[in-house]
């Protein structure tokens, strides 16, 4: 199971923002940080229990998303993904339908004259369009 939100890296900073302050000073909780190892830690000295994230190692190391990982562990919680939209068929969008593609946000202008291609504005970036084949996939906002 998955906790989606909307921004994966927006989430995780504001969870170390909240929760760090209680590995300071503490003699019960400790943070072990692992950057070459793509390793984060939380410790329970009490209890003698530890919850670990550890990194993909093609990822890039990110002590705000390991620490979330590591947290959610340790409170039992569904780990944070950010929700994706779902791919579609560029030719099952309507006229006007906003969509993603290579990271960039288009606006779905009409088909052209043969209808095996569609027109789209590209939003944000004044007199930019773009054609793309009907069966192109993008991801619909």
Request: charged share 25%; aromatic share 14%; proline share 3%.
């Amino acid at each position: 199971m998955a906790y989606y939100v909307k921004n994966l890296s927006d989430y995780c900073e504001k969870c170390v923002a909240e929760n760090v302050p209680m590995f300071q000073d503490s003699v019960r909780w400790g943070l072990l940080v692992s950057k070459p190892a793509g390793t984060v830690m939380i410790v329970d000295t009490e209890r003698g229990l530890s919850w670990a994230a550890h990194c993909h190692k093609d990822d890039e190391f990110d002590f705000s998303i390991g620490f979330t990982y590591a947290y959610h562990r340790m409170k039992g919680w569904d780990l944070p993904e950010e929700k994706k939209n779902p791919k579609v068929k560029i030719g099952e969008l309507e006229t006007l339908d906003t969509f993603m593609y290579c990271g960039h946000r288009f606006r779905f202008l009409g088909y052209t004259k043969s209808g095996n291609f569609v027109n789209a504005e590209m939003i944000g970036y004044e007199g930019k369009y773009a054609t793309f084949s009907v069966n192109t996939e993008v991801e619909k906002v």
